[in-house]
């Protein structure tokens, strides 16, 4: 068994080591009958499309006219908060996006000809030909997981483990369309979706983006929705008016990482690849899906950013994907001898497009149009990536379809939240809803009663709504930016009083006349991605559960509608509920609910539940022993007697020990923790032999109490570089945030340092706390020991979750410095010479 490990990024946390899987290898041939070399049993797809000869030959013409520099210039997507047009203009750019909570003119409340305004902007740039170069259109990309949802207005439908519960292909079919002709309307032409994770980790913070944890159910789903977007293949609607082109991300197994840990490893050999996590990629490559987005996780220990094989031995040349592949949001940096302006190794790998949103893509350009003249990127992988975007853009028409305000749809305010596609996006709400509990046949309710509606999620499109709505994270919003939008407490209002009855909206439950029946709205606040992960399923709803339990005393019934984007814990909750609906994250149309909950206005029943269990549904909080509640497919409706009593109520948690001392190296790293560093080339090195080099870092074993037990640390001044303790599994530090706990180290110091130096604390990607230790180091007599403090509270309080920490210490400075590091460890109750920054 190899064992490798990398760091993502100077500072963020480790991926996990894994061991290359023994597969049986066989041999297959690609398209130009060249053998390929795979592992498992990968499947020969026939492919949704046959390459047209007129085409190629035309590309091949391009190919011929096209400079260097205008070949390099379609390999960068840069963002849009870091190019315009003359840049577009002067670069020869391939593509530009827009992240999430980036709007035109940095606008949150951009109109839909702003959109198109600046599209052609875009579009105009790239056609220009003044200085003698070759028209090539630019493609326009953007996050539209769950509708157009950066867009003011949009339907915003409800998120994928919601549409999972369904189990019906043919309506996520009509939510890619939907979402297809949305996008369209603002004249972009490329959307970032569908995500086909399978997700087995629910602690994982995009859970939500997932269909299922089961990969027969995302394999239904990929090549439909791929279909709703662009069009059918092989028919006059494939990238006909109104569609657009799509992508399967993220490629791949972003959903197996270890823990849970966003961007981290999936630590499996390839036959558990191939049967769990590439179903869905097969059916959307079949549904003739245009490009695939590598994912920022490893498999194996090996960034898929870098994965040759993976991306170009079984993507591509097994496979049969012809499209092209996009990297993810500087994905390339973390690269093994990367970073976020140079990245040889992922074009070499097979990525065709670098995603580079931050300003400096310019140095990327650059770095890439050296390495291209001087044969580091050889001129046949470069000339196969500008095929592969060309042959994209030639098969969406963009060499046809002319400016984006003269394409169809493009600038019809008219489309963007039409009623036709919101009650697509209803209907999904009504077939999603999961029910768990309906004691003594409580739902469906009477319209014609009191209703009192409480909860924070009762009147807050902004929760309902979930992350990637408006902005990245999902918050910063309130009702008025959805405009359109229906809250579950207006559709209830609306159905109650349709018929004489009375909803009354009250957040805490307070009441002055008793109701007939509570409805509590409560759940997950907003979140995507990397701020979404979290120790344990345990929902931390402790106000919740007391609000259930208080209108329950009162002998009220009470319907709990839970919002989530995943599985949790929530057995207390259950059981101080007489009915228990998981709503998910439904989106814009929050009337749909109502649908299911309330009885037609004749007493029979308006629509029955309809949604199952697209993930198991745990029966503690520890993942680490799971035990299984309600099983994937389950759920309740009106013809379902429901018989389950009180659900046990311990969560399997322990309480986090916040002893006197806890030791994180003692001579040695100790377990779970592993010494590693990370050079300012971004290569890394797991610490065990008694000197280690690398690019500008050399770690040496030396002796303070005894033989072996410090590590001497020296930077020479040659960039970036990081050495500290990091783990492939988290570790809860909060019991100590109950006492005066701090980080300490002792130092001596034996060269002072020469530029700033951090010692951190990180959870993951962006999920940290850096504080300066420079002059503390400058101060320290040379040639003797001193222990340095650093308060847990304030590594809190500036970022890090103490409740699931993946590197307890590390140290980074891109200058040079030489000291000596023993005896790190986290300490209660220390009263003096702390450091805070």
Not at 310 to 339: I, Q
Not at 555 to 565: D, E, H
Not at 746 to 759: G, T
Request: proline share 5%; glycine share 10%.
């Amino acid at each position: 068994m190899i064992k490798k490990r990398i760091l993502q990024g100077v500072i963020s946390c480790l991926v996990a080591a894994g061991g290359i899987a023994a597969c049986s290898e066989k041999v297959a041939q690609d398209k130009n009958d060249n053998p390929v070399r795979v592992g498992a049993d990968w499947p020969t797809l026939h492919g949704g499309l046959v390459q047209d000869a007129d085409m190629e030959a035309k590309i091949d013409r391009l190919l011929e006219k096209m400079t260097l520099e205008e070949k390099v210039g379609q390999l960068i997507q840069a963002e849009l908060r870091a190019v315009t047009p003359q840049d577009v203009r002067d670069y020869h750019l391939g593509s530009v996006l827009n992240g999430g909570g980036s709007f035109p003119n940095n606008n949150k409340y951009a109109t839909v000809d702003d959109w198109v305004a600046l599209a052609d902007a875009f579009y105009h740039a790239s056609m220009d030909t003044s200085d003698g170069g070759v028209p090539i259109p630019i493609i326009w990309g953007t996050d539209a997981v769950h509708g157009h949802n950066n867009v003011i207005g949009a339907t915003l439908f409800p998120h994928n483990i919601a549409l999972g519960a369904t189990r019906n292909p043919d309506l996520i079919r009509k939510v890619g369309a939907a979402t297809a002709a949305e996008v369209a309307a603002t004249g972009i032409d490329w959307s970032f979706a569908p995500t086909l994770a399978v997700v087995q980790d629910d602690r994982w913070g995009r859970t939500y983006e997932s269909y299922s944890e089961n990969p027969e159910v995302v394999a239904s789903y990929a090549g439909p929705m791929v279909e709703g977007l662009q069009g059918k293949v092989r028919t006059d609607e494939f990238f006909a008016g109104g569609h657009v082109i799509a992508t399967a991300k993220h490629f791949i197994a972003d959903g197996g990482t270890t823990g849970g840990i966003d961007r981290g490893d999936a630590q499996f050999g390839e036959e558990e690849l191939l049967k769990t996590h590439a179903p869905g990629y097969f059916t959307a490559i079949e549904a003739g899906v245009q490009t695939v987005m590598a994912s920022f996780s490893s498999w194996q220990g090996e960034k898929m950013h870098g994965h040759k094989y993976l991306l170009t031995d079984v993507l591509k040349n097994h496979l049969g994907f012809d499209g092209f592949v996009v990297g993810d949001w500087n994905g390339h940096a973390f690269v093994e001898g990367c970073s976020t302006v140079s990245c040889p190794q992922a074009i070499n790998a097979g990525l065709d497009m670098f995603m580079a949103p931050d300003p400096n893509w310019k140095t990327l350009y650059a770095n890439t149009l050296a390495q291209a003249k001087d044969g580091t990127i050889p001129a046949s992988r470069l000339n196969d990536a500008v095929r592969r975007i060309l042959r994209v853009k030639m098969r969406a028409g963009l060499f046809e379809k002319g400016a984006p305000s003269e394409r169809a749809l493009a600038g019809d305010e008219s489309v963007i939240g039409s009623p036709e596609h919101r009650a697509i996006a209803r209907q999904a709400v009504r077939e999603s809803l999961v029910l768990l509990k309906n004691r003594d046949g409580l739902l469906p309710l009477a319209r014609d009663q009191r209703v009192l509606v409480a909860g924070d999620g009762a009147d807050n499109i902004g929760k309902q709504a979930g992350g990637w709505s408006i902005s990245w994270q999902g918050t910063g919003n309130q009702n008025s930016d959805f405009p359109g939008a229906t809250s579950i407490y207006a559709g209830i209002a609306e159905a109650v009083e349709s018929v004489g009855g009375e909803a009354i909206l009250s957040v805490d439950g307070s009441f002055t006349q008793k109701p007939d029946v509570a409805i509590v709205v409560f759940g997950e606040d907003p979140y995507a991605e990397m701020q979404g992960d979290i120790a344990n399923l345990d929902y931390r709803g402790d106000a919740d559960l007391a609000l259930l339990k208080k209108l329950r005393s009162q002998n009220i019934p009470v319907v709990s509608l839970f919002i989530t984007g995943r599985p949790l814990w929530v057995n207390p909750e259950i059981n101080a509920s007489d009915a228990f609906v998981v709503i998910w994250h439904p989106g814009s149309e929050g009337a749909g609910v109502a649908d299911v909950i309330f009885r037609r206005a004749d007493g029979e029943v308006n629509y029955d539940f309809a949604g199952r269990l697209p993930f198991t549904w745990p029966q503690t909080a520890n993942p680490e022993n799971p035990k299984v509640q309600y099983a994937f497919d389950f759920g309740l409706n009106y013809s379902t007697q429901d018989v389950a009593g009180l659900l046990p109520e311990e969560s399997g948690l322990s309480e986090p020990s916040g002893e006197e001392e806890l030791q994180l190296f003692a001579g040695r790293a100790l377990a779970p923790w592993k010494l590693e560093a990370l050079d300012s080339s971004n290569r890394s090195s797991t610490i065990t032999d008694s000197v280690t080099e690398l690019n500008g870092l050399r770690v040496q074993m030396v002796d303070r109490h005894v033989q072996g037990d410090s590590r001497r640390l020296q930077w020479q001044g040659k960039g970036p570089a990081t050495v500290g303790l990091f783990a492939n599994q988290r570790t809860d530090l909060s019991g100590y945030l109950k006492a005066s706990a701090a980080l300490q180290f002792d130092v001596k110091v034996n060269r002072e340092p020469s530029e700033e130096v951090l010692v951190g604390m990180s959870c993951g990607t962006d999920c940290r706390a850096e504080l300066p230790v420079t002059g503390l180091l400058q101060v320290t007599e040379p040639g003797e020991w001193k222990t340095i403090s650093i308060p847990l509270q304030c590594l809190a309080e500036k970022g890090t979750r103490m409740d699931m920490v993946l590197s307890p210490f590390y140290m980074t400075t891109a200058g040079e410095m030489d000291v000596s590091v023993n005896s790190v460890r986290v300490s209660a109750n220390v009263e003096s010479d702390m450091h805070c920054g």
